[in-house]
């Protein structure tokens, strides 16, 4: 079962998922083989084998894909997840008010992101990454129908170095029942900004990048790509609409084509100039409430692992970036995405 513990130092809560401790690369030494796969090489993500997974939540059906498959996108619940529908939400404590304990209900979702076991995200077609787009909206906005679940936090790991298990390109979801501590600064944050100035902070510091123009690396008419100021991983980037919406689940339907484009861009400058680097990609949005408020813009967030945080940083929660922002997107820039 999974658990929720409060930590009172951060006023922030730990997941303890102890079934995830069965996932088949974990606890093999300090330098597990990389994405492993079943002994025989069975891929569970492939057409053919959706046996091997569990039950199907979604599907999009196959149209137009250049070798045979019933489906273009599949999600499926995630076979080691880290929180359960199936939970309960209530807690206690263990003796004293500061071992706080709440059930571990939620939800882990797994977003096959095509049929196609060896073409990354980066390489798939516009069509492809856009039907991507609409299963996230999907399942984002169907999740939020659960009154228990506050937040839908959107990722994909990509490569070793960002936490991937499993070759076949995939996406995951986890809804939790509270607001983890770090959007929970960033709402504030940006909300506070917004009670003071009348204005969205992320939209300030768009048209900002914008009129800067040194990181902006790809635009389009409803999209804008850029590696913030204060960057805190090398080449980090973010994608922010050009129009004011909240939540990601609000975004018209017409929009995810145009978003579909820019990401693409984006991954394939990042993965053709940096040899196909490990990245987190996150989607950050507001949490269940909050839909029609002004002062969040949601955005994509894209964080190359190209260093590993040491001592200070996790010592001090201070980054140190060792390129500077300017230089990064100039040379991004230069990368002529296929």
């Known amino acids: 079962m999974s658990q929720l513990r409060y930590d009172p130092t951060t006023n922030d809560w730990v997941i303890f998922a102890p079934s995830r401790a069965r996932r088949p690369h974990e606890f093999r030494g300090a330098c597990p083989k990389p994405m492993a796969e079943s002994a025989d090489k069975v891929c569970p993500f ?8 569990p039950p199907e939540i979604f599907r999009v059906p196959a149209w137009g ?3 045979p498959a019933d489906w273009r996108v599949r999600v499926i619940p995630n076979m080691f997840p880290a929180l359960r529908i199936e939970e309960p939400t209530d807690g206690g404590t263990d003796g004293s008010p500061n071992f706080r304990h709440r059930g571990g209900c939620g939800a882990h979702e797994v977003l096959i992101e095509s049929p196609d076991h060896n073409v990354y995200l980066a390489q798939q077609p516009v069509e ?6 609409h299963t996230m909206q999907q399942r984002h906005n169907d999740l939020l129908r659960d009154p228990r679940f506050q937040m839908i936090v959107l990722f994909k790991n990509h490569g ?20 983890p501590r770090m959007l929970r600064t960033k709402l504030s944050i940006a909300e506070d900004y917004f009670d003071m100035t009348g204005h969205c902070l992320y939209c300030v510091l768009r048209q900002d990048e914008l009129e800067a123009g040194q990181r902006v690396l790809v635009q389009n008419s409803e999209y804008v790509a850029f590696l913030p100021y204060a960057s805190h991983v090398p080449f980090e980037t973010w994608i922010l609409p050009q129009t004011h919406h909240a939540s990601f689940g609000d975004v018209e339907a017409t929009k995810l084509r145009p978003l579909a484009e820019i990401l693409k861009t984006v991954l394939q400058k990042l993965s053709d100039g940096l040899d196909n680097p490990d990245y987190n990609l996150t989607i950050n949005t507001v949490p269940r409430g ?27 929660g201070m980054s140190i970036n060792t390129v500077l922002p300017e230089e990064a997107a100039a040379y991004l820039r230069s990368v002529e995405a296929q």
Not at 46 to 53: F, N, Q
Not at 163 to 178: D, F, Y
Not at 290 to 310: C, G, M, N, Q, V
């Open 160 to 179: 070793e170095g960002a936490g991937t298990s499993l070759r076949h390109p995939h996406c995951q979801l986890i809804a939790t029942p509270v607001v």
């Open 290 to 316: 909050d839909e029609d408020k002004s002062y969040f813009l949601w955005h994509i967030e894209i964080l190359p692992r190209l260093t590993t945080p040491a001592g200070f940083e996790l010592g001090s």
């Open 128 to 133: 492809q990454i856009e039907a991507l787009l």
């Open 46 to 53: 492939c057409p053919g084998h959706e046996k091997l997974t």
């Open 65 to 67: 894909l250049p070798k």
